[in-house]
């Protein structure tokens, strides 16, 4: 199984999948937290292209971490509004 690839890359540069090893521009925005280590409002994100939203969102969903599948443009529409 593999893991996202949770490195910080440039914050100017374009969002890419945060499947390892993927290189694809992001899509998705997959929301998700961990109920045994955060408080339920808080919000932890992987990003996804078409190819790996699938696999990323089955990988959280059986942990039953996934709360939301947002696309990008919408994520980024409303964290600019929340603001």
Do not use: Q, Y
Not at 4 to 11: E, G, K, L, Q
Not at 33 to 62: G, I, Q, V, Y
């Amino acid at each position: 199984m593999s893991f996202p690839d949770t490195s910080d890359s440039a914050s100017d540069a374009a969002p890419i999948c945060s499947a390892k090893g993927c290189r694809e521009p992001a899509v998705w925005v997959l929301a998700w937290n961990n109920p045994k280590l955060h408080t339920p409002e808080r919000r932890k994100t992987w990003l996804a292209c078409d190819e790996h939203r699938e696999h990323l969102s089955s990988f959280l969903d059986m942990r039953g971490f996934l709360k939301d599948v947002v696309e990008l443009t919408e994520w980024e529409r409303r964290s600019a509004t929340d603001h």
